[in-house]
């Protein structure tokens, strides 16, 4: 199976990068094909909904950056996965960012099934604080057809520390077996 990673923090060995790393080495190890890419540290434009990707089906975006090298992953991806830190009971703006951007080839990703997972961490421990981000993933999975198939949401992760010693290190290497 083809995945595709897709983190959003600016940490390079942050919380979720660890927890990234331990999702990409077990999908490696099950026979999977990973291609991960750390959005944070991509040259990547905001949409500005200028619809000019919706003209005609042959129109494409008129930013010209490294979504291009995305693009052709997304597409082809079997299962996508988002990883990324909670700010402010979201994704990062980051990630965000990415996930607009897949406006230009949506007709094409809502006729083309996949599944998709999510891993999130914050620092917060109370039941609610992923309620936010939990929803956005469930209307994501069902605007564009895809196959919820699981999240680890890592709860009390403030640090790199903390989601080392946690239970969430385990069950981010379970959520490859859902796939
Ligand atoms: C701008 C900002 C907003 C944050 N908002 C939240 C939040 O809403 N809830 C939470 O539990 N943690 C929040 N955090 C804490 C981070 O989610 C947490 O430290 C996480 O482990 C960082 O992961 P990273 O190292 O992969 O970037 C926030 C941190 C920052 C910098």
Redesign the pocket.
């Known amino acids: 199976m083809k995945i595709l990673v897709l983190t959003g923090?600016?940490?390079k060995k942050?919380?979720?990068?660890l927890l990234a790393d331990e999702y990409c080495q077990a999908a490696e190890e099950a026979g999977h094909t990973v291609h991960r890419f750390n959005t944070a540290f991509m040259q990547i434009q905001p949409c500005t909904g200028c619809d000019h990707c919706r003209k005609s089906d042959d129109s494409d975006c008129i930013f010209r950056d490294d979504m291009q090298n995305i693009l052709p992953h997304l597409l082809d991806a079997d299962a996508v996965v988002l990883v990324s830190?909670?700010?402010?009971?979201a994704f990062t703006a980051q990630l965000k960012n990415v996930v607009d951007r897949f406006y230009e080839v949506n007709d094409k990703l809502q006729k083309n099934p996949k599944q998709l997972q999510m891993i999130v961490?914050?620092?917060?421990t109370d039941e609610w604080?992923m309620d936010g981000v939990k929803a956005h993933y469930q209307c994501l999975c069902r605007y564009l057809n895809w196959e919820d198939r699981g999240m680890v949401l890592a709860y009390g992760?403030?640090?790199?520390e903390e989601?080392k010693q946690s239970k969430y290190v385990k069950e981010v290497t379970k959520l490859v077996q859902n796939l």
Do not use: I, K, M, V
């Not at 942050?14 to 990068?17: E, F, K, Q, S, V």
């Not at 830190?85 to 009971?89: I, R």
């Open positions: 923090s600016p940490h942050g919380t979720t990068a830190p909670l700010y402010y009971f961490a914050g620092a917060d604080a992760c403030g640090t790199r989601a």
